[in-house]
């Protein structure tokens, strides 16, 4: 049975920062492309980044320069490190592995950036 969890989320002030882990399980995660996606209320879910089986990565123009993606196939772990958050990154961050036909969804994680 295919899992992916996410872990992380969290209430922070604006410009604090937040590391999401999403942990996988029952596929070969290695090949793999992962994504982290987000969804706001109201709104449509978005991709925030996203990394290749070979490591190359890409970021939505709203985070980059402040969010670092990055997985560790050792341990079927990615990683989403959020730095200088602000309000409108206010949304449920969502795990994502793809790989041919086969894609597969965390539940999310809530990150609420409030002073």
């Known amino acids: 049975q295919v899992q992916l969890v996410e872990s992380g989320g969290g209430l922070v002030q604006p410009g604090e920062s937040l590391r999401l882990s999403c942990a996988a399980s029952?596929?070969?995660?290695?090949?793999?492309?992962l994504g982290w996606y987000r969804q706001a209320p109201g709104k449509q879910r978005e991709l925030v980044a996203s990394?290749?089986?070979?490591?190359?990565?890409n970021y939505a123009d709203s985070v980059k320069g402040r969010f670092i993606i990055s997985r560790d196939n050792a341990k079927n772990t990615a990683h989403l490190q959020m730095n200088s958050l602000k309000p409108e990154d206010t949304a449920v961050y969502y795990c994502?592995?793809?790989?041919?036909?086969?894609?597969?969804w965390g539940q999310g994680t809530q990150v609420t950036v409030s002073s």
């Open positions: 994502n592995a793809v790989w041919v036909s086969n894609r597969y």
């Open positions: 990394i290749t089986s070979g490591g190359s990565t």
């Open positions: 029952g596929i070969t995660f290695n090949i793999y492309a």
